[in-house]
């Protein structure tokens, strides 16, 4: 079992798009099913201690994952991803909007982000490689709100929660 | 007006102007020199730059020179390094399931 995976994490701030790769130690097809299917989705999708919940997952081109991540507090953010192509276990793109618990789409936001995500295997390991490309990277902001929220987690947030503060002032 | 800082790095013009002042304090002059762009234009980018708090100015004479906040592009890439930690953390969960539902299967 190769214990040295890969894990890059660039942004590119020219083209607005971030890009990840990640090894596994897995088969592809497992890697492909934690990625596409609910039940194993919603185990790691949201950073503890909060938790993903999906509601409605239909996984086919024109479907939709609307999903919310929860806060200990029981606090609530829903998005919503639009799946736009599916080359199984190769590929699936997606737009991912914010929205509300009655899956109204947040227009402040829009028109989304464009997720892509790639799959490989080599000799056991497993590779995806994700592109995420936001209009602005102000939208970046609020997805990390997204994942962390700023009620009850960690010291990282309270660090974001400062610097925004201080990015925002003027002079 | 609150003036978004990442907007103001997404800009290419901008981000050039970083890239020049970074290495040593300029004056407009200097600036707009390096670009096809009319002085006004880079004058409107040094504007929100300056909002931003991206850049400082100093005064020598009759001369204002402007120079990057080192700081503040720091904060920049500790913002990104935010996003970074949270797919980390996600992927660390995911190893987790991945070897736990291959032992289920074997």
Same mark, same amino acid.
């Given at each position: 079992?190769? +214990?040295?995976?890969?894990?890059?994490?660039?942004?590119?701030?020219?083209?607005?798009?971030?890009?990840?790769?990640?090894?596994?130690?897995?088969? %592809?097809?497992?890697?492909?099913?934690?990625?596409?299917?609910?039940?194993? %989705?919603?185990?790691?999708?949201?950073?503890?201690?909060?938790?993903?919940? +999906?509601?409605?997952?239909?996984?086919?081109?024109?479907?939709?994952?609307?999903?919310?991540?929860?806060?200990?507090?029981?606090?609530?953010?829903?998005?919503?991803?639009?799946?736009?192509?599916?080359?199984?276990?190769?590929?699936?793109?997606?737009?991912?909007?914010?929205?509300?618990?009655?899956?109204?789409?947040?227009?402040?936001?829009?028109?989304?982000?464009?997720?892509?995500?790639?799959?490989?295997?080599?000799? !056991?390991?497993?590779?995806?490689?994700?592109?995420?490309?936001?209009?602005?990277?102000?939208?970046?902001?609020?997805?990390?709100?997204?994942?962390?929220?700023?009620? !009850?987690?960690?010291?990282?947030?309270?660090?974001?929660?400062?610097?925004?503060?201080?990015?925002?002032?003027?002079? | 007006?609150?003036?978004?800082?990442?907007?103001?790095?997404?800009?290419?013009?901008?981000?050039?102007?970083?890239? &020049?002042?970074?290495?040593?304090?300029?004056?407009?002059?200097?600036?707009?020199?390096?670009?096809?762009?009319?002085?006004?234009?880079?004058?409107?980018?040094?504007?929100?730059?300056?909002?931003?708090? &991206?850049?400082?100015?100093?005064?020598?004479?009759?001369?204002?020179?402007?120079?990057?906040?080192?700081?503040?592009?720091?904060?920049?890439?500790?913002? &990104?390094?935010?996003?970074?930690?949270?797919?980390?953390?996600?992927?660390?969960?995911?190893?987790?399931? &991945?070897?736990?539902?291959?032992?289920?299967?074997?």
């Amino acid at each position: 079992m190769r +214990t040295d995976l890969l894990f890059d994490f660039t942004v590119d701030k020219a083209t607005k798009t971030v890009f990840i790769v990640r090894e596994f130690n897995a088969e %592809l097809s497992l890697v492909w099913d934690a990625f596409t299917k609910q039940e194993i %989705l919603d185990q790691w999708w949201a950073p503890k201690p909060h938790v993903s919940k +999906t509601k409605i997952m239909d996984f086919k081109v024109g479907g939709r994952r609307f999903y919310a991540m929860v806060s200990p507090e029981g606090q609530e953010r829903w998005s919503i991803q639009n799946y736009t192509s599916i080359s199984p276990k190769t590929n699936f793109k997606f737009v991912s909007n914010f929205s509300d618990k009655d899956e109204n789409i947040d227009p402040q936001w829009q028109p989304g982000s464009q997720w892509d995500l790639n799959f490989s295997e080599q000799n !056991g390991t497993t590779k995806v490689r994700i592109t995420i490309y936001n209009e602005s990277l102000t939208r970046m902001e609020k997805m990390i709100e997204g994942g962390f929220f700023k009620e !009850g987690v960690t010291m990282q947030m309270n660090n974001l929660d400062n610097l925004l503060t201080i990015l925002s002032q003027r002079p | 007006m609150r003036r978004d800082i990442f907007q103001a790095i997404a800009d290419p013009t901008r981000r050039a102007i970083i890239a &020049l002042i970074a290495l040593q304090a300029m004056t407009p002059n200097a600036i707009a020199e390096n670009f096809n762009t009319s002085r006004q234009a880079i004058s409107k980018h040094l504007r929100i730059l300056t909002e931003c708090d &991206l850049v400082k100015q100093a005064y020598q004479g009759r001369e204002i020179y402007y120079s990057l906040e080192i700081e503040k592009m720091k904060e920049i890439d500790k913002w &990104l390094n935010q996003f970074r930690k949270i797919w980390e953390t996600r992927f660390t969960q995911l190893d987790k399931v &991945l070897s736990t539902i291959k032992k289920q299967k074997k």
